[in-house]
């Protein structure tokens, strides 16, 4: 019989890692990897008896390639903390998995909710990520310390899944704000070598609210589209702002070892 390994990927998560859980008892293996939390998500997630694998984070690609090699499964489905499997979409997954004809790897469609609502603009459905369900072996990502890429390893195509998971990307609007805060930080590594102004930060992040509120019609998801499309102005531009910090601090700093 195929075994299915479910990972999830979870930093002081206490709120929402038990309905995550829940949401895929129905797999053979759930596998918590942790990055110490401090607010007792692995304990939570242990209670519900997930193996939890406690993993010193240096980047979202090398938390994931350490969370596959924590999977024993011959399929392994990837979901993150504010995530949940339907009852529709497991059903699918088990399906797949128990198909010898079946591909190596599949994006699987997300519902994303936002104060209060379906959001069915903005970017956010059906909201693909990386292949979500994939044979073990078959998928790797790259070292990217956010926004990580991936690699299918396989010669066939890339599935999709008719049925959707959920996803709850934020409790409040101070997740909203923590949320920007956390990934333009870690979004600035990757772009501190372009040359970047302030005035280029700025026009950057302007693009990404036109992007979302106009280009992908974030306007007809009413307060909440434009609540998106002011958060992605945000993270945008305070991405670009702290590369530019990174490298006026590293010309400083050049300046003073020189005089020194």
């Given at each position: 019989?195929t ?16 309905a ?74 088990r ?105 280029s ?35 945008t531009?305070y ?13 400083w ?8």
């Amino acid at each position: 019989m195929t075994q299915i390994s479910v990972y999830i990927i979870a930093f002081n998560e206490a709120e929402k890692v038990r309905a995550t859980i829940q949401s895929v008892l129905w797999a053979d293996e759930i596998v918590l990897v942790d990055s110490w939390s401090t607010d007792g998500t692995a304990e939570i997630a242990a209670s519900m008896g997930a193996k939890v694998v406690q993993v010193q984070f240096n980047g979202f690609g090398d938390l994931r390639n350490q969370a596959l090699a924590a999977c024993t499964g011959d399929w392994i489905f990837s979901l993150d903390a504010d995530e949940r499997c339907t009852p529709a979409a497991a059903e699918e997954i088990r399906a797949i998995c128990n198909d010898a004809q079946s591909l190596d790897a599949y994006f699987v469609p997300r519902r994303n909710y936002f104060m209060g609502q379906w959001i069915k603009h903005s970017g956010w459905y059906p909201n693909y990520r990386q292949p979500q369900l994939f044979r073990k072996g078959h998928l790797a990502y790259d070292q990217k310390p956010v926004h990580e890429g991936f690699e299918v390893i396989s010669k066939m195509p890339i599935g999709y899944l008719k049925n959707a998971i959920w996803q709850f990307p934020f409790k409040n609007f101070a997740e909203v704000m923590h949320k920007a805060n956390r990934y333009s930080s870690l979004g600035a590594e990757k772009i501190k070598h372009k040359r970047i102004t302030m005035g280029s930060a700025f026009l950057h992040g302007l693009w990404a609210f036109i992007k979302h509120y106009v280009f992908k019609q974030g306007f007809r998801d009413g307060w909440p589209g434009f609540v998106i499309a002011l958060g992605n102005f945000e993270g945008t531009f305070y991405r670009y702002a702290k590369a530019f910090e990174m490298q006026k601090n590293t010309e400083w700093t050049s300046t003073l070892d020189a005089n020194n």
